[in-house]
């Protein structure tokens, strides 16, 4: 039998099968009336708790309070049930997180926003997000460690007075983002390492450098730029060849290995680029 005829035979039987069932598809949440709700955890008293927070879409506010006498005080504001934020605990482990879609995400008329303050006893601080929009305010906190992992968003973190301990480290994972951190260099880490997909990305390293520092800077075809003081003592390392680099006057070039002489500690810096732009300025 000829090719085509085989063809059209298949496409009429395909077709005459589709009129004979239909697929119903999950109905969507809806949007309801905004409910705000109260989120309170009281503070472990231990020097090992870990607090993560698990936020999907929506805007996520953290801001200090040295007053506070629970570890985490603050809302939710939300206009689907699905979103009602829950927590768990274990042990010394805390864990807040936006609640499960049941059925299909909800996206259009979405309304979720938590505004949290959080004390400044010693912590481990771990925010994972997807697409969402962040005003993090960290200064003053006691972070041994941070780590934030989010997908496309608009982040702005900031440390704009010291960490009042050693931060051992300090990550962030995003995707195809706008992510600015200013005063990092308040944030007192040892080992800095950031890795990003396709975005904009600025790390600003202005505060009070108090110990050696070392950076690592991953990212695909994107635009960074590094704002280090011209009075902090620096070395950065470029590992690509695909990179437009511009960089201030008081940096100088040997190679791939951009130096500037300042006093006090040293941030050591590695940028490993596939393509884009790096702007390096004070």
Known sequence: MNVKIIVA??????????????????ERPKAGPDIEESISVADPQSDETRLTLSFGAGKLTLSPDPQAKNLVEGTALYNVDDLKPKIQKSGDSIEIRQGDFKRLPLFEDMKNEWDLKLSDSPLDLTVQAGAYEGSLELGGL????????DGASHVDLSFSDPNQTEMSVLRYETGASDVKLTGLAN?????????????????????????????????????????????????LTLESTAVNINHSSGWAQNGQTYTQHGSGSTLTIVVKMAAGNLVITD
Do not use: H, W
């Not at 006691?142 to 992992?149: D, G, I, R, W």
């Not at 790390?203 to 950076?215: H, K, Y």
């Open 9 to 26: 035979i298949l496409v009429l039987a395909l077709a005459s099968m589709a009129c004979g069932f239909s697929i119903d598809l999950p």
């Open 187 to 235: 944030a007192n880490f040892s080992t800095l390492t950031f890795s990003g997909g396709a975005g904009n990305y600025t790390l600003d390293f202005s505060g009070e450098l108090q110990r050696d520092a070392i950076v690592t800077v991953e990212s695909g075809l994107g635009n960074l730029s590094l704002i280090i003081p011209e009075d902090v003592d620096a070395e």
């Open 142 to 149: 006691a972070l041994k460690s941070l780590t934030v992992q």
